[in-house]
């Protein structure tokens, strides 16, 4: 009930901006939403978040200063913006909301019900 897009194959360095939508009767305007990435060898990683609302967002460290969330609301649309893309970067990522409205948001995925089925980021020269 989510749909990603914006995946590509990048050069390092490169950018790349993610967008999340609601394909069914999903609420994106009322709920936090997560960006995770599958990524070879390991397991699902909580990129970032932002709260339906607040403004509040989280990034992890290993993207910090390089990934940005953002929100319209208007649109009903949630971005992940990446920057200075790492071969480390490369996986499948994936945004996801709960089922109910939350204060703030976590990296958390079991706090999540809804998920897209993903979009793929490659990054190789």
């Known amino acids: 009930q989510l749909v990603e897009s914006g995946g590509a194959q990048v050069q390092p360095g490169g950018s790349l901006r993610l967008s999340c939508a609601a394909s069914?009767?999903?609420?994106?305007?009322?709920?936090?939403v997560g960006w995770f990435r599958q990524t070879p060898g390991k397991g699902r990683e909580g990129v970032s978040c932002i709260a339906a609302r607040s403004g509040y967002t989280e990034v992890a460290a290993s993207v910090q200063g390089r990934f940005t969330v953002s929100r319209d609301n208007t649109k009903g649309l949630v971005y992940l913006q990446m920057n200075d893309l790492r071969s480390e970067d490369t996986g499948v990522y994936f945004c996801a909301a709960p089922n109910i409205r939350i204060a703030g948001c976590r990296r958390d995925e079991g706090l999540y019900d809804y998920w897209g089925q993903g979009t793929r980021v490659t990054v190789s020269s």
């Open positions: 069914g009767d999903v609420p994106l305007d009322q709920r936090a």
